[in-house]
Structures are given as C-alpha cells and as structure tokens.
C-alpha cells in the first residue's frame, strides 16, 4: 500500500507499519471520514462482536469509520468478527494485526493506522473490545471536542458484572468513574472512553503510549499526564456512558490487590518519568516510603464511609504497589502465555 499524507510533521511516523497485516477491509474506504474510533482487540471475539453492534447502533449523523487491531497473531479470533461487520457495510473501517503482543503495541497500532489511513481526521476514539457504547456516546464525544475546543475528551466506563452479587464493587477504585459531572477536567486516566484530536499525537511525539508500559498497563496514564504537562485541555462527559463487561475473575480479591499494586507501580513510573535528577528521585522514592503507614489511615477512612474491606485495602495495595515499582517488582498482566513477536 503506498504511504498517505497525514499532515504531521515529518518527525512523527504514522505510516502504516509493514509488519501490520491488513486482514481486513471494508468495500468502501473513504479516505475524507474525519471520524475514526478505535479498537484493541486481545482474545475476546464474542465481546468485540457487541462492541461493533453497539457502534453500528449509534445515533449520529457523522460519518465515522472504525480500526480494528488483532494483538493476537497467533489465534487472530478477532479477525472473522472483524471481516463479517466490516463486509456488511454497517460502517467503513480496516482491521490490521500488529504482531508485536502488548497493550501499547495494540494502541498504538490503531492510532498510527487511523492517523496514515484517514488523513482528513480530526477526532480519534478508543473503545476497548469489552466495552458497549451507549446510543449516543459518538455523538456526545464530538459535540463536546467541537463546542469546548478541548484537546481530549472522556468519559465514565461503568461496570457491569457478570456475578450480580459484586455490583457492590461500583464504588470500588478500580471501577468507579474518575468524576461524577461534566465539564473542564484536569486529566483522564484510561483510554477506554475517549476522544483524542489529531494535533495531539504531534505534540506528544511517536510512540503515543510508552512501550515500557506494554505489560504493566497504564500507558494511558503516562499519555494523558504527557498531554497535561504540554498544557492541553481535558473535558469530561459524564453522559457519553460505555458499559464494560465485568468477569467473575476481575471481581477476585486477589485481582483486587494485583490492581491496587499495579496502580501503584504505574504511578511510581508515571512519577519516575518526570523527576530528570537524582535528587528528585531520591524524595520519590521517600515520597512512596512515606506513603505506607499514611495508606493505613486511608483505609481506615474508606472502610467507615463504605463497610467494605475490599474497598478499604486499596489504598494500602496502591502504596506497596508503588514501593515494590520503586525496587523493581512489579505486576505484568498484559503479558500473555504465548507470545508472538
């Protein structure tokens, strides 16, 4: 395929990547779309087949098209959903496997593809492939970037939990929104519901999401603090809901505590990357020691306002979780069993 002009500069490459298999496309891919919503997919066919029937069920007048990445070279059980709704013309779109296994490869893979592919974008969504757009959510996201002007736009993720006796855990940390209205915002935090417009990937440099976060998770975090630290605007819509299936095995108390020390480990690396000098380091590290016996007074003050020791050990995981980042342990749950590289 021959290289797009996508408007960057030329420092940052957003060509199609050539070990990146275009396994499928849509008949008709219009290179003018300036909408474009993105999809990291890892060995969940049946759930990205509902995230691609809550997109073809939007209630917009927008024309949008969609990029599908299969980050399982291995299995590729993604690509057959992937080919069936693109073939039906419910939207226009491609579907590509990155090779390279990893939570970043797989995000950065959509977003180069979408950036080389549909140079009149302006505005770049993420759904993650366990998630459902409501009716409205495209719609929602891209009235607010216009009418704010804002550089990035979220929104809530809401759990829903496939053992309906856990609906308790809504309020937990790990699942509850970061805020409860809409309107300017200091950051985001993950990409599961966002909106990111073009001139933002010129600014942050290539790759967007840091590959040392590949397996750890949170090159989202690092995205969005890159994004603040450039002083870009964030805008928050509390009405552009997703649903996010939630399995009995993320609702464990043992996946509970690897979450809170794996939040910990990425705000430590997040911190680590913005301390340039030795001495800066030193009082991060002091910082996340100190952080300890606090994180007992925290959780003392969740478990009277919630009743609910998973929901008042997190603070304390978040800051053993930061402290064990500091020595060189750390969580990889984005690193699969089988690994193509």
């Not at 959903?81 to 797989?106: D, I």
């Not at 809530?156 to 809504?170: E, I, Q, S, T, W």
């Not at 984005?334 to 193509?340: G, M, P, Q």
Request: neutral net charge; aromatic residues 8%.
């Amino acid at each position: 395929m021959s290289q797009i002009s996508t408007g960057l500069p030329e420092d940052v490459d957003t060509t199609p990547d050539a070990s990146r298999a275009w396994v499928a496309i849509s008949p008709a891919l219009d290179p003018s779309i300036e909408i474009v919503v993105c999809i990291p997919s890892f060995r969940r066919p049946q759930h990205l087949r509902q995230t691609l029937e809550s997109l073809a069920g939007q209630c917009t007048g927008r024309r949008f098209a969609v990029v599908i990445v299969e980050n399982d070279a291995l299995r590729t059980e993604s690509v057959p959903v992937a080919a069936e709704f693109l073939a039906s013309g419910k939207f226009p779109g491609l579907c590509v496997v990155e090779p390279r296994q990893g939570n970043c490869h797989a995000i950065n893979a959509a977003f180069e593809t979408a950036l080389a592919t549909f140079p009149a974008a302006t505005d770049f969504l993420m759904i993650d492939d366990d998630e459902i757009a409501s009716p409205d959510w495209l719609e929602l996201m891209v009235s607010a970037a216009e009418t704010t002007g804002a550089d990035v736009v979220g929104g809530p993720v809401l759990p829903n939990f496939d053992d309906a006796l856990k609906r308790g855990l809504r309020r937990h940390p790990a699942f509850a929104p970061a805020y409860d209205s809409s309107g300017p915002v200091p950051v985001i935090y993950g990409c599961g519901n966002c909106l990111i417009r073009r001139p933002v990937f010129a600014r942050v440099g290539a790759p967007a999401f840091d590959l040392r976060f590949n397996f750890l998770g949170g090159g989202d975090t690092d995205f969005f603090y890159r994004c603040r630290r450039l002083g870009m605007g964030f805008h928050w819509v509390s009405e552009a809901t997703i649903n996010e299936t939630v399995p009995q095995s993320r609702t464990s108390l043992s996946w509970l505590i690897t979450r809170g020390l794996r939040i910990g480990a990425i705000n430590y690396h997040v911190q680590r990357k913005a301390t340039p000098t030795a001495w800066s380091r030193i009082r991060l590290g002091l910082k996340l020691f100190a952080a300890l016996p606090l994180s007992l007074t925290y959780a003392v003050r969740a478990f009277l306002a919630e009743r609910k020791p998973s929901i008042a050990m997190h603070p304390m995981t978040v800051a053993v979780g930061g402290a064990l980042a500091a020595i060189g342990i750390e969580p990889q749950p984005y690193k699969a069993s089988k690994i193509v590289s």
